[in-house]
């Protein structure tokens, strides 16, 4: 009998509350020494080093799959206070992630890509649906009684994220039809229409046309040689290479639902932390609007990186950190709800007993 008393009294308390959140700080620190220490660059031609961007995505898709897991232990839990359903939807969201960075991981690390759509972007596109859905369930759960400097504040709070997405992730085009874009872009926007318009005015030479025709040949081996060796080095497959060329034409309409759900994810987010604010169980939704908000920064400095960068991004920059901390706050705020629900359970059994 003692035995299995003490295996009993030990074995929950690995997989206690206590233990899981300091495990989760303790990855999150790991995760953020390790993006400081490591994250500069070796030289503008060589970058970061493959050991490093593979413990960037060790960090990253280990902290979303050890989320993954508990919130899929509390949709198992009738006892769940925001009802089931909430955190299949989040759990749903942090597996979906974790399967894009691996994928994402394949393409960048082992067949050496850069590209604008991936397979990747499936998993994304499906964890922002699911995300989305599990937290209006948990808004739709709770009536929202909100004050008008709360509902102000909510405004306030959307209309800035609009703002910063829109002024982060627009294209060069649509930042100069907004007025946004720097001055030299501007310019170069003004001046193309006379430049094309000028060459719609010259005459046709023939013989401009055969001169570029001999240079052309001229230069062919050289151009096929150069066109070989870049071939040579890539080692992604043709199908890899076909797949690509058949996503890339979709990237403004993919950015563009990142844009809408990142700024719903923070509507969401804020609208959750004002109303779970001050209530029995405040400290897991602080966690999840934590969450969402460490999501919204990361995922604007990623697409800050990637468009307004002019191609220098290389993933596993410092910001890039707050992908782990997304994870492991989504994971926390899990946590604290089903400790606080099974021990509120646990007191109306005693309650009963006594």
Same mark, same amino acid.
């Given at each position: ?9 030990? +074995? ?41 961007? &593979?413990?960037?995505? &060790? ?57 604008? %759509? ?20 948990? %808004? ?51 001046? +193309? ?40 080095? /890539? ?27 990142? %700024?719903?994810?923070?509507? /969401? ?27 919204? /920064? ?29 994870? &492991?706050?989504?994971? /926390? ?22």
């Amino acid at each position: 009998m003692s035995s299995t008393s003490e295996k009993s009294s030990t +074995s929950p308390s690995l997989l206690s509350a206590q233990t899981l959140v300091i495990a989760g700080i303790v990855w999150a620190v790991m995760a953020l020494l390790f993006f400081l220490l490591f994250s500069v660059p070796l030289s503008a031609e060589e970058g970061l080093p493959l050991w490093y961007s &593979i413990g960037t995505y &060790i960090f990253e898709c280990g902290a979303y799959f050890g989320a993954a897991l508990v919130c899929f232990r509390n949709w198992q839990s009738p006892h769940m206070v925001s009802g089931r359903n909430v955190w299949l939807g989040i759990g749903l969201g942090m597996l979906f992630y974790f399967i894009g960075g691996v994928l994402f991981g394949i393409w960048e690390l082992y067949f050496e890509l850069d590209p604008d %759509v991936s397979p990747a972007d499936a998993f994304y596109l499906g964890s922002y649906v699911v995300l989305i859905g599990g937290m209006v369930v948990a %808004v739709t759960s709770k009536r929202l009684n909100l004050e008008i400097w709360q509902w102000a504040l909510l405004a306030g709070i959307a209309a800035f994220g609009i703002a910063v997405a829109i002024w982060v992730a627009a294209p060069d085009s649509w930042r100069a039809q907004l007025g946004m874009a720097p001055a030299a872009t501007q310019e170069e926007v003004v001046t +193309s229409a006379p430049a094309t318009a000028a060459t719609g005015i010259a005459p046709d030479l023939d013989n401009s046309s055969k001169i570029q025709a001999k240079g052309a040949a001229a230069t062919d081996p050289a151009s096929a040689l150069e066109e070989a060796e870049a071939e040579a080095e /890539i080692k992604a497959p043709g199908w890899v290479m076909a797949l690509d060329k058949q996503l890339a034409p979709h990237k403004n309409a993919i950015n563009l639902f990142y844009i809408v759900g990142d %700024v719903f994810l923070l509507i /969401i987010a804020t609208a959750l932390l004002l109303a779970f604010w001050g209530g029995r169980f405040s400290q897991s939704w602080r966690m999840i609007a934590a969450a969402t908000f460490s999501l919204y /920064i990361a995922d604007m400095y990623f697409k800050w990186r990637d468009t307004q960068a002019e191609g220098s991004y290389q993933s596993g920059s410092l910001l890039e950190v707050f992908f782990v901390f997304s994870a &492991i706050l989504f994971g /926390i705020g899990a946590i604290l709800e089903h400790d606080i629900s099974t021990r509120s359970r646990q007191s109306r059994r005693s309650r009963r007993a006594a």
